[in-house]
């Protein structure tokens, strides 16, 4: 094994790792996209990868199942920000976008979605009067997510009370058009009910006929991708959970077997990975 490739701290993380390295031809890898492979900003349109991400993934991808990008992001919107499509070694990878509601497959090129959900318009219609009678304009913004919408506070002067002045109001708002409420790292997205990474992750394991599973994020947002793997591992099939640290996250971290240093240490564990598999084939 790689001298440099970390050890998990925790049994069930340790014989995830074990379990991909010993047969990695029947491993998925699954990785959430921003505060994961791209560090977050305060402009989500201007989020790219990590500069080492696309590579580390190519050299992982040819040697497992699968590796699969899972996000909130449009799929489209996910592999463009990534450099993505036509790169060699990734010739196989899917893209989760929308929480699984769309799906990006290197394969063919495209993506296939489902019928977005009425409530989204009707909210994305009324959030700006929303926001302008709750008096939350200054440095608060809306990003439109296609089949979703988020309300952003870290431009706010204060974010952290911006968003927990928001959170209750918006979840109302989500509620009365029949959709939820997701917090994020200063971040509110309003989306259909059904829709999370968790089931995104565990339905595209069981299409693969996974025999172990890897996943990594950084969010409040991949708890449910969390909890699918645990729900793995006690059916039977092992998983390593990896968090991308954030002080502004520390449930992840609670509840993470092994946790690196943001984007560049996910990097830097996946090309360790590639290079512990490769090591291990010969």
Same mark, same amino acid.
């Given at each position: 094994?790689?001298?440099?490739?970390? %050890?998990?701290?925790?049994?069930?993380?340790?014989?995830?790792?074990?379990?991909?390295?010993?047969?990695?031809?029947?491993?998925?890898?699954?990785?959430?996209?921003?505060? $994961?492979?791209? !560090?977050?900003?305060?402009?989500?349109?201007?989020?790219?990868? %990590?500069?080492?991400?696309? +590579? +580390?993934? *190519?050299?992982?991808?040819?040697?497992?199942?699968?590796?699969?990008?899972? $996000?909130?992001?449009? /799929?489209?919107?996910?592999?463009? =920000?990534?450099?993505?499509?036509?790169?060699? #070694?990734?010739? %196989?990878?899917?893209?989760?976008?929308?929480?699984? *509601?769309?799906?990006?497959?290197?394969?063919?090129?495209?993506? %296939?979605?489902?019928?977005?959900?009425? @409530?989204?318009?009707?909210?994305?219609? !009324?959030?700006?009067?929303?926001? &302008?009678?709750? @008096?939350?304009?200054?440095?608060?913004?809306?990003?439109?997510?296609?089949? /979703?919408?988020?309300?952003?506070?870290?431009?706010?002067?204060?974010? !952290?009370?911006?968003?927990?002045?928001?959170?209750?109001?918006?979840?109302?708002?989500?509620?009365?058009?029949?959709?939820?409420?997701?917090?994020?790292?200063?971040?509110? !997205?309003?989306?259909?009910?059904?829709? &999370?990474?968790?089931?995104?992750?565990?339905?595209?394991?069981?299409?693969? #006929?996974?025999?172990?599973?890897? =996943? +990594?994020?950084?969010?409040?947002?991949?708890?449910?991708?969390?909890?699918?793997?645990?729900?793995?591992?006690?059916?039977?099939?092992?998983?390593?959970?990896?968090?991308?640290?954030?002080?502004?996250?520390?449930?992840?971290?609670?509840?993470? &077997?092994?946790?690196?240093?943001?984007?560049?240490?996910?990097? *830097?564990?996946?090309?360790?990975?590639?290079?512990?598999?490769?090591? #291990?084939?010969?």
């Amino acid at each position: 094994m790689v001298s440099s490739l970390p %050890h998990p701290t925790t049994p069930a993380g340790r014989d995830g790792l074990d379990a991909l390295l010993a047969r990695p031809a029947r491993a998925v890898v699954a990785l959430d996209f921003d505060g $994961t492979l791209a !560090e977050i900003v305060p402009d989500p349109e201007r989020a790219r990868a %990590h500069p080492g991400a696309v +590579a +580390a993934l *190519a050299a992982l991808a040819p040697e497992v199942a699968s590796v699969a990008v899972v $996000t909130g992001r449009p /799929a489209g919107v996910a592999v463009r =920000y990534g450099g993505f499509a036509g790169v060699p #070694g990734l010739e %196989h990878l899917v893209v989760l976008g929308h929480y699984g *509601a769309e799906r990006w497959d290197a394969v063919t090129g495209t993506v %296939h979605a489902a019928a977005p959900h009425p @409530g989204v318009a009707s909210v994305r219609a !009324e959030l700006p009067g929303f926001l &302008d009678r709750a @008096g939350a304009w200054p440095g608060v913004w809306i990003e439109e997510k296609g089949r /979703a919408v988020a309300v952003h506070t870290r431009r706010a002067l204060d974010p !952290e009370s911006a968003f927990e002045a928001l959170k209750g109001p918006l979840g109302d708002l989500a509620t009365r058009h029949g959709l939820v409420l997701e917090p994020g790292r200063m971040v509110l !997205e309003l989306r259909p009910p059904g829709m &999370d990474k968790g089931v995104a992750l565990a339905e595209y394991v069981r299409e693969v #006929g996974a025999g172990s599973v890897l =996943y +990594a994020g950084d969010d409040l947002g991949d708890l449910p991708a969390f909890a699918a793997v645990e729900k793995l591992r006690s059916d039977g099939t092992p998983g390593l959970l990896v968090c991308s640290g954030s002080a502004e996250v520390p449930e992840l971290e609670e509840r993470a &077997d092994l946790s690196v240093q943001g984007p560049s240490g996910v990097v *830097a564990f996946l090309t360790d990975l590639a290079e512990a598999v490769r090591e #291990g084939a010969v």
